[in-house]
């Protein structure tokens, strides 16, 4: 939790395949200093938001909290559907 404000900093790591590698991902996230247990990573396309760790994620989402992404098509391909 921030200091004092009750929001809580997420992060959201996504990439296509297996083979991918979602380092630089997660560097980033942690050089915003996302905490570590705040981090969900999905291995698949962004097709649509069947993923289970985003789900995970939306779920864990109040008002005023922060979530952090590398960029936005990390979150998926449908940029209408990406609101939330």
Do not use: H, W
Not at 13 to 27: C, F, G, H, P, Y
Not at 62 to 68: N, R, V, W
């Amino acid at each position: 939790m921030d200091k004092g404000t009750g929001m809580m900093t997420y992060g959201y790591v996504r990439v296509s395949t297996k083979e991918q590698n979602e380092d630089m991902q997660l560097i980033a996230l942690r050089e915003a200093d996302v905490p570590e247990r705040n981090i969900y990573t999905d291995k698949q396309s962004g097709k649509d938001f069947d993923r289970p760790q985003y789900k995970k994620l939306v779920r864990r989402l109040k008002k005023d909290d922060l979530l952090c992404i590398k960029s936005i098509d990390r979150l998926g391909r449908n940029y209408e559907e990406i609101y939330f």
